[in-house]
């Protein structure tokens, strides 16, 4: 296995240097085996869920059977990868411009996620709308050009976002489980729209400001289209965010609402 990585590496190399993307190769197994960890631990779900919860799943439909597995992923991957990503974020690496240095861990975070987002784009291709394919597409192509290196500490903004999805994800589960309306669900939804509020709207907006501003600085000589890209990018996942929001809000306001006799 590890010669395998190795050669790998050594083949994608010279193909990445030529691309600007030198860090790129030594990352790709991180990577790949990411990818297939995710896809596994969907089919995993398929088959472990309805033997720990076999009312529930029993009394879910197709898709709602399919969309389970697909929050146990989510579930699992924003638990780890949005507190690793607020941590360096926020404490950064000793020595290590935030805007155009290199950290050999900073960049395994984003290889575990980068293989998450593949994963993410092929369920949202299949069972999402645009809208979920648009936003996979944009985190993958900003993880690319990570690599280069291109705010590698500084881009950990918008995978703190994944912070505020592991109360999504409880939601939903509390849903499927009858505990809709329950204290357990206001608890939950209390804390999903405040870190939603807090790491998406709030920083989203500061960090994209910082983003941009970072990329066209004349001194960091970036490529033109990936200054574009991080432009238009930023703003775009910041519409996205502040729609799913509004939707968000009007989700949980119903679950609460009291019930017309």
């Known amino acids: ?31 790949l085996r990411s990818a297939i960890f995710w896809f596994s631990l969907q089919f995993i779900s398929s088959g472990l869920s309805p033997l720990i919860w076999p009312t529930t799943i029993k009394n879910l439909n197709a898709r709602g ?49 980068f293989g998450y987002f593949l994963w993410d784009i092929y369920v949202s291709v299949r069972y999402e709308g645009p809208a979920f394919v648009l936003h996979g597409l944009l985190a993958a192509i900003g ?35 009858g505990l809709t309306g329950s204290l357990a669900q206001l608890i939950n939804a209390v804390f999903l729209l405040g870190s939603y509020m807090a790491v998406r709207l709030v920083l989203g907006i500061y960090q994209t400001y910082v983003i941009i ?14 200054c574009l890209f991080y432009s238009f990018g930023s703003v775009a996942l910041d519409v996205l965010n502040y729609i799913w929001f509004t939707k968000m809000v009007r989700a949980v306001a119903k679950r609460f609402r009291p019930k017309k006799e």
Do not use: C
Not at 9 to 27: C, F, I, K
């Open 213 to 226: 501003s970072a990329v066209w600085d004349p001194s960091n000589k970036f490529p033109l289209f990936q």
């Open 65 to 113: 059977r399919t969309q389970w597995d697909i929050h146990v992923v989510s579930l699992l991957h924003s638990s780890i990868i949005g507190p690793l990503a607020l941590y360096y974020w926020v404490y950064g690496v000793d020595g290590v411009d935030r805007v155009t240095g290199y950290d050999y861990n900073v960049a395994q975070v984003y290889a575990v996620s």
């Open 143 to 177: 993880m690319v050009f990570v690599y280069r290196p291109m705010l590698m500490i500084a881009g950990l903004s918008f995978l703190t976002w994944e912070a505020s999805t592991p109360f999504l994800n409880i939601h939903w589960f509390l849903d499927k489980l």
């Open 1 to 31: 296995m590890l010669r395998a990585s190795a050669a790998l590496v050594d083949w994608l190399q010279p193909y990445a240097d030529a691309a600007g993307l030198h860090y790129m190769p030594a990352h790709v197994p991180t990577i």
